[in-house]
């Protein structure tokens, strides 16, 4: 199994690598300063550091070539003022569709999955929080690039995201939020990671939360 990771080098992206490479993966991270902010413990021949642009076609075609899965952790403006999350995925989105691979499991945020009323995505009702509806647009655009696609997608939709390692501790619910409202970077790794082995939830939306 050869698995190319998109934000490889962001906390939830690290983790990543950590749990890929743990399944006796071949991983490949790419960013645009892959080299200087890899970790260096990291470091193994089944973990290979691709330098390319997120927004090239290109460098994300040779990326995904020869490899059976993609794992995205894209990061962007905590506000949501740019577009590095919906514009990077419709870009992988694109590449995987003309070479394949056909799997993928990308982060989201909670604020994409449906309300309870049924009356749309969380992130557009009135009760939820005004600071975080730019960045749940940008998120429930990536998410419509998946579902409008051909491919094998899972839209992972986590809570706050706490900077800790796995413990295996966590919940996964298909099309609804978790019922705790935190999530260890290392935990929403693991299960994206166990999605792709397991080839679990696909064309849904995860909520997810430690318990």
């Not at 939830?12 to 690598?17: A, N, P, S, T, Y």
């Not at 399944?23 to 960013?31: I, S």
């Not at 460098?59 to 999350?85: E, F, M, P, W």
Request: aromatic fraction near 8%; charged fraction near 25%; glycine fraction near 10%.
């Amino acid at each position: 199994m050869t698995v190319t990771i998109f934000g490889a080098t962001g906390m939830v992206g690290k983790q990543l690598i950590i749990h890929a490479l743990s399944k006796g993966w071949n991983v490949r991270a790419f960013g645009r300063q892959i080299d200087d902010l890899m970790d260096k413990e990291l470091q193994t021949d089944k973990l290979t550091a691709v330098k390319g642009y997120l927004f090239d076609a290109g460098d994300v075609q040779k990326a995904l070539k020869g490899c059976n899965a993609v794992l995205s952790a894209i990061g962007g403006a905590v506000d949501g003022s740019d577009q590095t999350r919906s514009l990077g995925i419709k870009n992988i989105v694109a590449q995987m569709e003309k070479n394949g691979p056909k799997r993928i499991v990308a982060v989201g945020s909670v604020g994409v999955l449906e309300s309870e009323d049924g009356n749309g995505p969380r992130f557009e009702q009135e009760d939820y929080p005004q600071e975080f509806v730019p960045v749940g647009r940008e998120h429930f655009a990536a998410y419509m690039h998946l579902k409008k696609s051909s491919l094998d997608w899972t839209f992972m939709c986590p809570p706050d995201i706490h900077d800790k390692e796995a413990d295996g501790k966590f919940e996964t619910t298909p099309e609804a939020p978790a019922t705790h409202w935190e999530i260890n970077a290392g935990n929403l790794a693991l299960s994206m990671v166990q999605a792709v082995a397991s080839e679990t939830f696909i064309h849904q939306r995860v909520g997810i939360g430690n318990i």
